[in-house]
T-cell receptor, first 114, second 110 residues
């Protein structure tokens, strides 16, 4: 499967715990985007990364949220001290970069905070 | 006013009908226009990708962009129950991050 991969698909955390969401982009893609989707709402941009660089994090809350895309391995979205309002579907998308910005999405991680 | 407006529906049509899905936008700088299909509890799937005004056809799908009216449409011919999904429009300017509509839920009943 050469598509965007995300894991875990479902994640349950208690309030105050940490959540780590992983995203492996499509083969040959060096750009990764993270989005959050709440019921009845559209996709909300969080952060845009290239390998080892955060390009745009304007949509990501300043506190508790962080993202990285290391030289080797998947991109990680980390949420510290989760609260019930963090419960949502988190999607990762990748694009090849260069002159192409078409984004291809993964299946998402559904985070439930209890 | 939101940058991208999209009626959430649901839009219910009989099988075989022509479906018209629409978005309006306020930012005249948008140049690239996309339509995504999202099945329940799945990730969005890129359906159509167009640049500037005009029409683009792919099988049963036609994407239409009218920049003068700031209005884009997705037409689905001979709709099938398997087309039942949420359709998201998205648009961006240059290399900027795309802005998504909230999606229209489509139900095609046999």
């Amino acid at each position: 499967n050469a598509g965007v991969m995300q894991n875990p698909r479902h994640l349950v955390r208690r309030r105050g715990q940490e959540a780590r969401l992983r995203c492996s982009p499509m083969k040959g893609h060096s750009h990764v985007y993270w989005y959050r989707q709440l019921p009845e709402e559209g996709l909300k941009f969080m952060v845009y990364l290239q390998k080892e660089n955060i390009i745009d994090e304007s949509g990501m809350p300043k506190e508790r949220f962080s993202a990285e895309f290391p030289k080797e391995g998947p991109s990680i979205l980390r949420i510290q001290q989760v609260v019930r309002g963090d419960s949502a579907a988190y999607f990762c998308a990748s694009s090849p970069g260069g002159r192409s910005y078409e984004q291809y999405f993964g299946p998402g991680t559904r985070l439930t905070v209890t | 006013q939101k940058e991208v407006e999209q009626d959430p529906g649901p839009l219910s049509v009989p099988e075989g009908a022509i479906v018209s899905l629409n978005c309006t936008y306020s930012n005249s700088a948008f140049q690239y226009f996309m339509w995504y299909r999202q099945y329940s509890r799945k990730g969005p799937e890129l359906l159509m990708y167009t640049y500037s005004s005009g029409n683009k056809e792919d099988g049963r799908f036609t994407a239409q962009v009218d920049k003068s009216s700031k209005y884009i449409s997705l037409f689905i011919r001979d709709s099938q129950p398997s087309d039942s999904a949420t359709y998201l429009c998205a648009m961006r300017r240059g290399s900027y991050i795309p802005t998504f509509g909230r999606g229209t839920s489509l139900i095609v009943h046999p």
